[in-house]
C-alpha cells in the first residue's frame, strides 16, 4: 500500500511549521487503498492521544484521510505518526530516520514528526533580529593606539607576548595536552573602540566579544575573575566607554559567558595559589567550596571535559547561582548595567534549563530588550544531551542560537557533498521547527573560533589531515583561493538571504587564512585586507540593510536542480513575519555550485505577478506569461528583486 503524509506540505499539514500553544492544526494521509479497516492519528507529548482519521474522497489516485486537533495548552515538542490496519495488517508511516522530525513520511517508520508548540507571547530583541553581528577576539583584532602600557599588566607570568603583530599564533601543548593558549599580541578593547568606524562602515549593529573577563589564556574560556575585565584588555572604565560610543553609532554589544566552568587559577578555585587562600582549592570552608564537586579534596575534582584546568561547576548552588544570576548586582546584571545589550552563553546545552532561565529572568529584569543566545550545534528544538531532551525554542530560555546546522548544510552542498536538494529539505526541517521570534534571532555563522577559517573550509583545505604541529605552514595555493573566495562568496550571499542574523568571524571578509585552532586565531590584516573580498562583504550587508523582506520576509527554500539553492523571501497580504504592516516585496536568491552556467525556471507561483530586477545591475527581466528565465553563471549567485 502506498502511504503519503509530508509535513513540508501545506496539503498534508496546515499550518506548516512551529505553533502556538492551543493553536488547531490540520494532518492528512493519503492511501492508496480507500478500504481500510482504521485509520488513525497517533500523538504524544507528556501523554498519549490517538484521533480518528476521517475519509475525505480521493486525489490524483490516491485516498485522503485528515484529522484536525487542537495542540496542547503546554510547550514542547509535540509528535505524531499515522497507523492504519488493512486486510489484517497494522502499517506504520513515520518521520524519516534522520532525527529532523519533518519531511516525507516513510512506510514503516517508528520515528515521529514534529510540531514545536510554543508559548505564544514569546519575543525576542528586535534589534537582534534586523542587524548584522560581527565576532571578534579582542586579542587578535586591535591594539589599541596610545595602550603600550596594557601589553605589561601581566609581567612576571608564564606568557609569549609577540613581537610583531603579523606573526603566527604558537602551539603550547599545556597540562591538558591541548594548546595552553598562552601567547598574546596585544590587541585590547580600545583597539575595539578605535575601530567602531570601519565597523559601522562594514555595515555592523551588533558586536559579539569572546570572554573579555580575567584568565591566563588568551581566549578566556578559563575565566579566573568575573568582575574583572583582563588587564590586557583594559578595565571596566575602557568597556563602559567602548559600549557608549558604540551605541552612538547603532551598535550593540553582547558579552560571552562562560558559565559552565572556572578557571583552576582562578579567584574561585585557586589551584595555583595566585589568589591568597581564599579558594576552594586552598581552603576546605572557602566560601565558594560548594560550588565545585570534589570526589577527594584537594586534588580530585569534576572538570570540564575531563581538562584539570577547567573545574566544573554545580550551577544550581544557590550561592553560585546568586552571585552569576539572580543578585542585585550579580554578574550578569552587572555588566548589563555597564552597557552590554545581552549575552551569548558558552556550551548553553551544558547549562541545566532551570539556570538558563533564571538567567533569561533576571536579564529581562535588567533590560527588557536584553539578549540571551546560546551555543548548540543541533537543532534546539529537540537537542538531546546528557541523555535528556532539551528543546530552548519555547519561549522559556534561549532567545535563539548559534546556527551551526546552516553553516553545516551549506558548506556540504558547496563542496559537493550534498545536492541542493537535500540541502534544501535539511534547511526547510530547521526553519519548521523554530518559532519566527527563535529563528530570526538565529546568529548565522559562516566562520567562528572553534572552526579552520571558512575561506581554507571552502577551498577544500583546512589542514585537518595534518599533524596539528604542521598546520601552521598551511597555506592555499592561487587556485584554491580563489575557489575558496567564489564559495564565500555564495554562501555569504545565502546567509544574508536567510531569516537570523548574518555573523561575520573577524578577518573572514580580509581574507584571513588558517587551519582549525589556534590557526584561525590569527590577527586582523590591518593594511593587507583582500580589498575584492572586504568590499564583496560590504555590498552584500548593505544589500540586506536596504531590503526589509531580507530580514522579516516570508522563507522558502528550494532547489531547482542539484547545483542550484535557492531562498525566496515575501510579505504575505503586506505583512511580515511579525505581522508588521510592509509594503509588498519579494526576493529570489540563488547560487550556482557548479562551474556551468544554469537556466533557472521560476514560475508564475513563484514570483507572484511581481517585475523583478537583478540587484546591483539593476537590469529587469522580462516575464513570459507571468514567469522567469534567469540564467546565473558558473560559481556565482544572483539576488532579484520586485520592482517598487
Known sequence: MIMKHDSLDPFYRSPCGALPCGAMVRLRLALSEGKVTSAELRCWNSREHRFPLRALGAKD?????????????????FWYRF????????????????????????????????????????????????????????????????????????????????GTWEEMPLLRIGETQDNAATDFFGGNLEGVRQKLPYLKDLGVTILYLNPIFRANSNHKYDTGDYRMIDPMFGDEEAFRRLCSEAAEMGIRIVLDGVFSHTGDDSVY??????????????????????????????????????????????????????????????????????????????????????????????????????LVLGEVWEDASHKVSYGQMRSYVEGDTLDSVMNYPLREALIAFLTGERDAQA????????????????????????????????LNVLAGNDGDELPRAERANLRLTQEERMVGALREHLMLRFIVSMPGVPCVYYGDEAGLEGAADPFCRRTFPWGHEDRDLQAYYKRLIALRHAHPVLRSGYCRVFAPCPDVLCVLRTFEGGKDAFGREQEDELAITMINRSARAQEIFLTAEDVRGHRMTFSGTGAELTPMGGSFSVRVPGLRGVTLLSVQ
Open 61 to 77: 489516485g490516491l485516498f485522503v484521510y485528515e484529522a484536525e486537533i487542537s495542540l496542547p495548552r503546554e510547550t514542547g515538542p
Open 83 to 162: 497507523e492504519v490496519v488493512s486486510g489484517g495488517k497494522r502499517l506504520v508511516l513515520g518521520a524519516p530516520e534522520d532525527g529532523s522530525g519533518c519531511g516525507e513520511g516513510v512506510p514503516g517508520s517508528e520515528e515521529s514528526f514534529q510540531i514545536t508548540v510554543y508559548d505564544a507571547a514569546f519575543t525576542t530583541p528586535e534589534w537582534m533580529r534586523e542587524g548584522i553581528m560581527y565576532q571578534i577576539m579582542v586579542d587578535r583584532f586591535c591594539r589599541g593606539e596610545g595602550t603600550e602600557e596594557l601589553l605589561h599588566a601581566r609581567d612576571g607570568e608564564d606568557i609569549i607576548l609577540h
Open 269 to 370: 578555585f585557586n589551584r595555583r595559589g595566585r589568589y591568597g587562600k581564599t579558594g576552594a582549592c586552598q581552603d576546605p570552608e572557602s566560601p565558594y567550596r560548594e560550588w565545585y564537586t570534589f570526589n577527594h579534596w584537594p586534588d580530585d575534582y569534576e572538570c570540564w571535559w575531563g581538562f584539570r584546568t577547567l573545574p566544573n561547576v554545580t550551577e544550581t548552588n544557590e550561592s553560585y547561582q546568586r552571585f552569576i544570576v539572580s543578585g542585585e548586582d550579580s554578574v550578569v546584571r552587572h555588566w548589563l548595567r555597564a552597557g552590554a545589550s545581552g549575552w551569548r552563553l558558552d556550551v548553553a546545552d551544558e547549562l541545566p534549563m532551570s539556570f538558563i532561565r533564571a538567567l533569561r529572568k533576571a536579564a529581562r529584569e535588567e533590560k527588557p530588550d536584553a
Open 423 to 454: 540541502t534544501a529539505r535539511a534547511i526547510s526541517c530547521l526553519i519548521a521547527n523554530y518559532p519566527a521570534p527563535f529563528l530570526y534571532s538565529l546568529m548565522n555563522l559562516m566562520g567562528s573560533h572553534d572552526r579552520a577559517r571558512i
